[in-house]
C-alpha cells in the first residue's frame, strides 16, 4: 500500500471514495473510532446500513436462542458487534450472528493482542433486507464458502416466516433446506440444535 493511503490521521472522518485503496491499518484504526461499520473489501471502505426493528427483533432472538441451545456446549454466540476477517479475500464484515465450535480464533496478522477479529466460525447467520438481500445471498455467500471451518450459512426474512439453511456437504458441494412453518424449525448438525421458526419470529410483526 503506497504511503497516501497511510498517511490519513486515524481521528479524521471516515472517507469513501472508489479510487483509492486504503491499508488494513487505516481501516482498522478508523473502525475503531467510527460511529457507523463499515466493511473491509480487499482496501475498499463500504459502510454498511442500518437494519430495521424487525431486523433487529430477530436478531436479537436469534442470539439469545442460540446462546440458550448451546449453553452446555463448548459453542460461543456472537453478534454483530464482532468483525469476521476473511484471510482468502481479504474482507472483513460483520455479520449478524455467527457461531464458534470452541474457542474463538482471533486474527492477529502481526499483532498478538487483538481480539476484534474472529477467524473460526461454524455457522453465520444474516437477516435479510431490501438493501443486501442480492449481496447476502450472492457475493456474500461466495466469500463465507472461502472460510475453512464454515459448515452453516442462514439466510432468515424479516417479512414472513422463513430460514433458508444451506449446508456445507464437501468442499465443492452445498446442501440447501428451508423452512416456513412457524410450527417448524430448523435442524443443525454439527453443533446439533433446532431453532423454533415460533420462537425465532415471536417478537416479529408480520403483518
Not at 430477530?58 to 440458550?68: E, K, P, Q, S, T
Not at 454483530?80 to 470452541?102: H, K, N
Not at 473460526?120 to 472461502?146: H, M, Q, W
Request: aromatic letters at 8%; one cysteine or more.
Amino acid at each position: 500500500m503506497g504511503s497516501d493511503a497511510t498517511a490519513i490521521a486515524p481521528e479524521l472522518p471516515m472517507v469513501i471514495a472508489t479510487d483509492r485503496r486504503y491499508s488494513l491499518d487505516d481501516y482498522r484504526s478508523r473502525e475503531a473510532s467510527a460511529e457507523e461499520r463499515h466493511e473491509y473489501r480487499n482496501g475498499e471502505i463500504v459502510p454498511m446500513p442500518g437494519g430495521s426493528a424487525n431486523h433487529s427483533r430477530i436478531a436479537g432472538c436469534l442470539y439469545v436462542l442460540l446462546d440458550r441451545l448451546l449453553m452446555d456446549s463448548d459453542c460461543e454466540v456472537f453478534n454483530s458487534d464482532l468483525r469476521l476477517w476473511i484471510p482468502e479475500v481479504q474482507r472483513g464484515t460483520y455479520p449478524d450472528v455467527m457461531v464458534t465450535d470452541g474457542a474463538p480464533v482471533f486474527n492477529q496478522d502481526g499483532n498478538g493482542d487483538r481480539t476484534d477479529e474472529i477467524l473460526n466460525p461454524v455457522l453465520i447467520a444474516e437477516v435479510l433486507s431490501p438493501s443486501t438481500e442480492a449481496y447476502d445471498r450472492g457475493e456474500k455467500f461466495r466469500v463465507y464458502r472461502t472460510i475453512p471451518t464454515l459448515c452453516h450459512y442462514l439466510l432468515i426474512s424479516q417479512d414472513c416466516p422463513c430460514v433458508e439453511h444451506y449446508e456445507k456437504l464437501d468442499d465443492q458441494r452445498w446442501g440447501f433446506v428451508d423452512c416456513t412453518d412457524l410450527d417448524g424449525a430448523i435442524a443443525i448438525q454439527q453443533p446439533t440444535l433446532a431453532i423454533p421458526l415460533a420462537d425465532l419470529y415471536r417478537r416479529v410483526d408480520l403483518g
